[in-house]
């Protein structure tokens, strides 16, 4: 015999203590409804999406700053490269190579996702 949960629409079989092993709430049987259920199968579909959808999102601004800092971090540097020539610079060149694996680690990370 297999009911629905009336808490998450799932088709389960209870669990000993009267728990719906899929949501763990009180099982409350209810009358299996076709329909029902492929309502809560197409939300569950759809909140995974957006879900994934957030997460890519999140990876594409991942790798935005990750560029932002390797050219902030290559700009910095060709800059100390240049002023190193003028007698302030004292012929010491900065490399910012911090920044730059920093968004090197991002981008990767970023697209990853
Ligand atoms: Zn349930």
Redesign the pocket.
Known sequence: MDDV?S????R?IPMADGR?P??M?P?VGKEFDPIAERVALEKRRRQAESASTAKRAAGNKQVRWGVLLIVVGLGATAFSYMAADTPAGGGKVIVFYGAVLVGILQVFRGLSR
């Open positions: 949960c808490e998450c629409g799932t389960v719906c899929s949501c709430r099982f």
